[in-house]
């Protein structure tokens, strides 16, 4: 695949799509360098609504990732993208049919099954809320109540990995640096036991940011991409992880998964 291609996946569910996102992370961890958006449709239950996504998976070109167990929007599903040409993945039918058929039983087709109304579950959905409605430095008052506080410069992977933790029932406001922006009064009140500071190396940065501008359609070649920017903005990062006495993890050649057990072994050791 051309480096400099932007990959597009949308993850359909009918409950969470904790287990489509998984697949997904598992699988980009092969491609450290790629440039991608991430579409998350949970809680799909409606053949329109359904319609309506797959119609937007269309314009973008999308990779398709589902775990409906719902027969009637499966096939919907797998016979708009075969019309429309467009990669569709079905993660879990092929395994509920082959159990069925060897067990000689029939699935419940019961959407979300995997999860049982207990507290757990439900701080998850909260932990999901949670990581949306604080991600990237959007209300500084989520600091506060944050389990996990992710500090880093651009494209440092910030979002996937609060989005991922939170999945892991962890409560996770992020926020992105920058030299000219001020940081926040309430990041100073926090344990720096749950602040993580995110870095990577200048070249990779370089890389990463003049492919974003591609994908933009810009040319890429810009101060946001140039190493002199990014070499300041890697030091006033570190400078700001000296002074909270934070956690820093250097993520260059690091799945999400690798920098979540990181963080997470880090707050229960």
Excluded at 164 to 190: G, H, R, S, T
Excluded at 242 to 249: D, G
Excluded at 255 to 269: C, F, Q, V
Aim: charged share 25%; proline share 5%.
């Amino acid at each position: 695949m051309n480096t400099k291609e932007k990959v597009s996946i949308f993850i359909l569910s009918d409950s969470v799509g904790g287990t489509a996102s998984n697949v997904f992370h598992a699988a980009l961890a092969q491609f450290p360098n790629m440039n991608y958006d991430l579409k998350n449709y949970p809680f799909v239950r409606d053949e329109n609504h359904v319609e309506v996504i797959l119609e937007k998976a269309v314009e973008w070109d999308a990779i398709v990732l589902h775990t409906f167990v719902n027969p009637v929007i499966v096939e919907k599903i797998e016979n708009y993208c075969l019309n429309h040409h467009l990669s569709c993945f079905d993660l879990i039918n092929p395994l509920i049919r082959e159990m069925a058929k060897r067990t000689n039983t029939k699935p419940t087709h019961r959407p979300g099954a995997k999860h049982q109304l207990d507290d757990k579950y439900f701080n998850r959905i909260s932990a999901l809320e949670f990581a949306v409605k604080y991600d990237d430095g959007k209300d500084p008052k989520g600091y506060l109540e944050a389990d996990i506080i992710i500090l880093g410069i651009s494209r440092t992977s910030k979002t996937p990995l609060s989005i991922f933790l939170a999945n892991q029932n962890y409560k996770v406001a992020n926020l992105p640096l920058m030299p000219e922006a001020q940081i926040p009064d309430e990041i100073w009140q926090v344990d720096s036991k749950k602040i993580v500071g995110l870095t990577n190396d200048e070249e990779m940065l370089s890389n990463i940011r003049k492919e974003r501008m591609i994908s933009y359609g810009m040319h890429p070649d810009t101060p946001y991409s140039s190493k002199d920017r990014i070499r300041k903005e890697i030091d006033y990062a570190e400078k700001i992880y000296k002074k909270l006495n934070c956690q820093i993890i250097n993520v260059v050649n690091k799945s999400i998964e690798e920098t979540a057990a990181i963080i997470i072994n880090s707050l229960e050791g």
